[in-house]
């Protein structure tokens, strides 16, 4: 176990101990904490998520992942074809008491996507917003667009009295480490409130007895509690000091399983694993960067055994990916989701064939608080990487310590996971990652390509109002991003949330993302 690792289960065991419980405490064991009490301080899902319970959206997805409305009523599109007019909800009110009004849409709106904001790229088609009325928001768009309701499901809605009298009407970014004041404090309009934060230890939400629906829930506190070590992970859970996670580590479900006061909720995730290359002209070494040629791009793909990976590191509970989207995802085609066979024998001849020099060595960048088992199946492909002649120096790290490494250039090949989330659509990832970088496209675009037919594609993807028309054109970006191997695709991570019996209902959702106004405890069982 690593030192850092250690000293955070330490940290998390005894903020356990020493926790007051309330009657209804859902206590979750996450395998990290959230980078800020600000959603919209950097793309990751987990945070969005976790944030979620607080702040909302003027549309969520229900319990069938489909859009319905939240603090807008209804919707319509004007004659103009790219003004989207939302009624909003009446008598909505801040955890703080100030009245929910179209202001603070048009602030949250402004705030989000703002030429400073990491998650701009959440809005990908917004112009402006304007309040209507005190219940009415007019939004534009840059031209038609169909996928606008997928993306404002996680745009949250901020209070805009709140934010000016804090100074936050900015966004914060986790990545160029800007901070202020809604990284510690939030006021949303959602289930729950925050209730305390101590960073890296435990975060507290309490119900919020205010709430505009009605509760499917019978909780009165979560307390979202960092357990970094797998193995602290567990015992917590068998111990019943925590009595939900939803990671629960792959190589110890057999355990769970076994265990009388423990459930295992099992699915595989929409979240492909992939693999980054930069195309910059050199490396962070300053040497000449041999992973602009497809050549060197495929031969480490075939350099890496798939299933090795999944039936050792990943337990046989991955999904193998030649794709990279997931099956349920709208623009994914099973001609693409093909794997070239292991054959590192090829791969050194491709190696050798464009002139890479034996010994090459590069920045292989990974988080040690990232993906299922991340560390582990990085460990794998250094390894295979080196059978081929490669020296690859694996860099593990944290997310806070690698996301300006990989924002900033600083890194060459990086591991990347992406559900397509809120969007649940391939025009996510196609816009976000495998665009140029250029306005709100390319976010993600850490290796710097730009593939101008590719880009075609995308932009006539993110204008057509027609859905077949749609989905083949970006079934054909995605087989541009396959062609050139832009990025490696590894496998769709498995999903496994745990649950001790007091724990009495807890909906197992697709998108990996657990929503706890659906969840019930039974203390007393």
């Known amino acids: 176990m690593h030192i850092r690792n250690l000293l955070l289960a330490t940290v998390a065991v005894a903020g356990l101990a020493g926790a007051v419980q309330a009657e209804n405490t ?16 950097y793309g990751d899902s987990f945070t969005i998520n976790v944030l979620n319970h607080v702040y909302e959206g003027l549309v969520r997805y229900n319990k069938d992942l489909k859009i319905e409305p939240a603090l807008a009523t209804s919707w319509e599109i004007l004659e103009d074809k790219v003004t989207w007019r939302f009624k909003l909800r009446e008598g909505v009110t801040f955890h703080n008491g100030n009245p929910f009004t179209a202001d603070d849409v048009v602030a949250s709106l402004t705030r989000v996507s703002d030429d400073a904001s990491p998650l701009k790229g959440n809005l990908p088609a917004y112009v402006s917003s304007k309040a209507v009325d005190d219940l009415t928001v007019d939004i534009t768009l840059n031209g038609t667009y169909p996928l606008l309701l997928n993306d404002l499901t996680n745009i949250h809605i901020f209070d805009k009295e709140w934010m000016t009298e804090h100074d936050a009407l900015k966004p914060t970014d986790i990545g160029a480490g800007v901070e202020g004041y809604a990284t510690y404090n939030a006021n949303g309009t959602g289930p729950f409130s ?9 975060t507290v939400f309490v119900k919020n007895p205010g709430w505009w629906d009605t509760p499917q829930h ?15 992970r567990v015992a917590a859970l068998l111990s019943g000091e925590i009595n939900f996670t939803n990671d629960a580590p792959v190589q110890d479900l057999p355990r769970l399983e076994a265990a009388p006061n423990v459930s295992v909720l099992e699915g595989v995730d929409l979240r492909t694993v992939m693999i980054g290359f930069p195309f910059r002209d050199t490396l962070v070494s300053g040497e000449p960067n041999p992973f602009k040629e497809k050549a060197v791009r495929e031969a480490l793909y075939k350099a890496i055994d798939l299933d090795l990976i999944h039936q050792k590191v990943m337990r046989g509970k991955s999904r193998i990916a030649g794709a990279t989207v997931a099956p349920p995802i ?3 085609a099973p001609e693409l989701d093909t794997v070239p066979g292991f054959d590192p024998e090829a791969a050194k001849a491709l190696l050798a064939e464009v002139g890479v020099p034996e010994g090459l060595e590069f920045e292989f960048n990974c ?3 990232g993906l299922v088992n991340e560390e582990q199946f990085c460990q794998a492909i250094a390894s295979m990487w080196s059978r081929i002649g490669l020296k690859p120096k694996l860099d593990v790290a944290p997310r806070a310590v690698q996301t300006p490494k990989r924002t900033g250039g600083k890194t060459d090949i990086y591991i990347l996971g992406w559900a397509t989330l809120p ?9 976000q990652i495998f665009h140029t970088k250029e306005g709100n496209s390319g976010v993600f675009n850490w290796g710097d390509w730009s593939f101008p037919e590719l880009d075609k594609l995308v932009d006539a993807a993110g204008s057509e109002l027609d859905l077949d028309k749609r989905i083949a054109l970006e079934t054909e970006a995605l087989g541009i991003v396959k062609k050139e191997h832009i990025m490696v695709p590894l496998h769709q991570q498995p999903m496994a949330w ?16 657990p929503r706890l106004w659906f969840a019930q405890v039974n203390p007393g069982s």
């Not at 925050?194 to 435990?202: F, G, M, T, Y």
């Not at 019978?218 to 602290?232: C, F, K, M, Q, Y």
């Not at 745990?498 to 909906?507: F, L």
């Open 367 to 369: 988080l040690s608080d």
């Open 423 to 431: 969007m649940l659509d391939a025009y996510s990832p196609l816009l």
């Open 498 to 513: 745990a649950v001790t019996d007091e724990v009495s209902e807890m909906p197992l959702f697709p998108d990996n993302k």
């Open 330 to 332: 709208p623009g994914y």
């Open 218 to 232: 019978n909780l009165d506190r979560i307390e979202l509690l960092p357990v970094t070590s797998a193995a602290t």
């Open 194 to 202: 925050v209730e305390s934060r101590q960073p890296d230890a435990k």
């Open 26 to 41: 859902l206590k979750w064991g996450a395998n990290r904490d959230i980078g800020s009490l600000d959603p919209y301080s």
